[in-house]
């Protein structure tokens, strides 16, 4: 099963934590790493944090210093930890994984639905 899985979602209030775990088989993380989206309804999906092969961690402006992106070898899963969460955070977070020899084939999962509001 290449295809990722999301979970971790809910409701929270301003200021809240989340956690969000991408269930993905570790040969095709270590090799080719683990990106998170997410998309609001009637906006386009952004990137928000990517996790590369050499354990190298990015992410966009509007989470840097809130998320953490990393591996949790317990669960064999990839994690977006998302501290001090605000309103302009609701979205469905997806989780994007890849695949082949140049690493060139994309899952996306279902998503994992995150509301922010008081």
């Known amino acids: 099963q290449l295809r990722p899985v999301e979970s971790g979602g809910g409701l929270v209030q301003p200021g809240e934590s989340l956690r969000l775990s991408c269930t993905v088989p570790?040969?095709?993380?270590?090799?080719?790493?683990v990106d998170w989206y997410r998309q609001d309804s009637g906006k386009e999906r952004e990137w928000v944090s990517s996790?590369?092969?050499?354990?190298?961690?990015k992410y966009a402006d509007s989470v840097k210093g809130r998320f953490t992106i990393g591996r949790d070898k317990v669960r064999d899963t990839v994690y977006l930890q998302l501290n001090s969460l605000k309103p302009e955070d609701t979205a469905t977070y997806l989780c994007?994984?890849?695949?082949?020899?140049?690493?060139?084939?994309?899952?996306w999962g279902q998503g994992t639905q995150v509301n922010v509001s008081s």
């Open positions: 994007k994984t890849y695949s082949g020899g140049y690493c060139d084939f994309t899952y």
């Open positions: 570790r040969v095709t993380s270590n090799k080719c790493g």
């Open positions: 996790l590369s092969a050499d354990g190298t961690t």
